[in-house]
């Protein structure tokens, strides 16, 4: 299966057309949750690369300490995260004026 980007932009951009605030809202609340659910699923992947990396290090401190490292960006990948939630009702309640 071949993942054409271009048509896949051009179908969100032919189904995606702005016409009122609502419609503003909605974009930005699709395009927020996917950035949140992207960054959930690096966090993941990045704290699963660290366990295997500190399991392999064996007596080596360098992978230990570099398996440090990479668990603290996991840490930092979910922080961001949890905060990225807080920004769709940030935003909603500014487009609305509240």
Do not use: C, H
Request: overall charge positive.
């Amino acid at each position: 299966m071949k993942l054409d980007l271009k048509k896949g932009l051009a179908n969100f951009a032919a189904t995606t057309t702005i016409t009122s605030l609502a419609d503003v809202e909605s974009t930005i609340s699709s395009i927020v949750s996917r950035m949140i659910t992207f960054f959930w699923i690096l966090s993941v992947l990045v704290m699963i690369w660290s366990a295997f990396t500190f399991l392999t290090a064996g007596d080596s401190e360098e992978k230990v300490d570099k398996a440090k490292k990479i668990l603290l960006y996991a840490v930092i990948a979910a922080a961001i995260a949890l905060l990225a939630t807080s920004v769709e009702p940030i935003t909603r309640n500014i487009l609305r004026g509240q």
